[in-house]
């Protein structure tokens, strides 16, 4: 019988190799480091590189000392710094948060993850009224569907003759959410409307255009989107003052003027263009009417939006109903087949499908989350936020804690998450039946983002009767910041960076 070899050392020389090759590219890597860089050039003074003296316009010196060399080896722990941050922490804030879980009754629902790590949750596939938490998935799928670099165009149409229009001009909308009068402060005075697209500027277009007249009427166009103004779930007791209309033309969320709202939004968007039209005396010879624009007219004037994350940190920072529910139709209109609330629900739905999040539960109504029938689980929520990220269009469009002009501006004041703190609240009182013993909702979804990169990724869904009282919900939230604020306990991603 052949006598059998012993495998052993074969298999020592086989695991060798591949050290010995790195170990040989280390010290490759190092022998051509140049002398020089192992030392930093003295610093310059912030006053010796730029003029003190406003008459001086010499530029300041284009030499930039070298930056101290990074001394950590290629093969170092270091270079993976998020990893070894969160294992360092992980262990004790799975302790925390399982400590705060029994707070969580079983009408409500916690999940919460670190840089998309599991870390604890409490009914996490219970389906519960999310509120405006639901605007968080809007703006998600709109980047994925419109892309980052989308804007809307508000155009006038008219047949333009030596300054004159002869006929009609038409406002026809684009769908710009955020079209606005400069003195309209939005139906919240503590969040009001930023990134807006000036009217006023459309005016100045138009007089540049020429015009001096207009024979006809200023006629609105509200024909991109369908003629839904208000989703048909929502009560009568939040149409308009919290939602709605919705249109493809709205000036001011359909106000004419500061005291004075209009019975049709594209009527009221004409009239406001009216008035701004004669304060730069362009005449115009019928009141504002609603129509279509006849097709093949030509274009006299625009004005465009900013870009879509612009218009979407709006809808998040200040909650801002008919601009999610606008940006919904423009999903329909893009990507699924026409501009209504149930294609852009049927685009939301397919997406968050091909992402993998966990549908079991999830029914979508509307694109705010004023309907009362809108359900999520907080496994679903969380998925969409460990997707978007703390550093995204998303994360950066999220509210501060603590931080005036957003839904959470009087948040978590004083505490160690006050300015930090990234996050989407959402309320649903349902006061409707007179005594507040309707289910109710409060909710919060966001970020705590750490020094260094990475971030806490949370979900709160809070439903019950009058839970959107503050008296009820203020202590939980209290205590779930009081919790997220833990982590780090041990070093940073910024601490064990490469040095």
């Known amino acids: 019988m052949a006598r059998r070899r012993n495998p052993y050392p074969a298999l020592v020389v086989a695991a060798l190799i591949p050290a010995v090759l790195l170990g040989g590219c280390w010290q490759f890597a190092q022998s051509r480091v140049p002398a020089s860089v192992g030392s930093a050039a003295p610093a310059t003074s912030a006053d010796s590189s730029s003029s003190t003296n406003p008459g001086d316009t010499t530029a ?12 950590t080896p290629v093969l170092s722990v270091r270079r993976a710094p998020a990893v070894l941050a969160r294992d360092s922490s992980l262990a004790p ?21 670190v840089d998309g790590q599991f870390v604890a949750a409490q009914n996490g596939d219970l389906p519960l009224r999310p509120a405006s938490t639901v605007k968080v998935i809007t703006a998600a799928v709109a980047l994925e569907v419109l892309g980052a670099d989308y804007t809307y165009t508000t155009e006038v149409r008219g047949e333009l003759n030596g300054g004159v229009v002869t006929g009609d001009l038409y406002l026809v909308g684009g769908g710009d959410p955020l079209l ?15 990134n807006v697209t000036s009217i006023e500027a459309l005016a100045d277009n138009i007089a540049a255009a020429g015009v001096t007249s207009i024979t006809g009427s200023v006629v609105g166009d509200p024909s991109r989107y369908d003629d839904e103004w208000y989703a048909p779930t929502w009560g009568d007791d939040i149409r308009f003052t919290e939602g709605g209309p919705i249109s493809g033309l709205l000036v001011n969320d359909s106000r004419e003027a500061i005291d004075r709202s209009s019975n049709d939004p594209a009527i009221g968007g004409a009239t406001v263009l009216t008035a701004l039209l004669n304060e730069r005396g362009i005449s115009v010879g019928a009141s ?15 004005v465009v939006s900013q870009p879509l994350p612009a218009i979407l940190a709006e809808m998040l920072t200040t909650s801002d109903n008919n601009t999610a529910e606008m940006v919904l139709k423009e999903i329909g209109l893009q990507a699924g087949g026409g501009p209504t609330r149930e294609a852009g629900l049927a685009v939301v739905t397919s997406t968050l499908q091909a992402w993998g999040v966990p549908m079991a539960g999830v029914e979508l109504y509307d694109g ?8 999520l689980t907080c496994n679903a929520l969380l998925a969409v936020m460990q997707r978007e990220g703390p550093d995204g269009p998303v994360g950066q469009g999220l ?16 505490s160690e998450l006050a300015g930090v703190l990234r996050g989407k609240t959402g309320t649903l009182y349902n006061y409707d039946d007179g005594i507040g013993g309707k289910p109710g909702a409060k ?9 260094g990169g990475g971030a806490v990724e949370f979900v709160i869904l809070l439903n019950g009767p009058q ?33």
């Open 288 to 302: 504002s009417s609603k129509g279509t624009a006849p097709s093949g007219l030509a274009t006299v004037a625009t």
């Open 443 to 451: 909710a919060l979804a966001g970020f705590v983002p750490q020094e």
């Open 467 to 499: 839970i959107s009282e503050k008296v009820e919900y203020r202590p939980i939230w209290d205590a779930l910041g009081v919790v997220l604020a833990t982590y780090p306990s041990g070093p940073t991603v910024a601490d064990l960076g490469p040095r």
């Open 93 to 113: 804030f799975v302790s925390a948060v399982q400590g705060f879980l029994p707070q969580i009754d079983s009408t409500s629902c916690v999940a919460v993850s």
């Open 368 to 375: 705010s989350g004023l309907s009362d029938e809108n359900r």
């Open 180 to 194: 606005s009068s400069s003195w309209w402060n939005g139906p919240n005075a503590k969040s009001p409307p930023f």
């Open 60 to 71: 300041p010196s284009s030499t930039v000392a070298p930056s101290t060399p990074l001394n």
């Open 399 to 414: 509210a501060v804690a603590a931080q005036a002009g957003g839904t959470l501006s009087d948040a978590f004041e004083g």
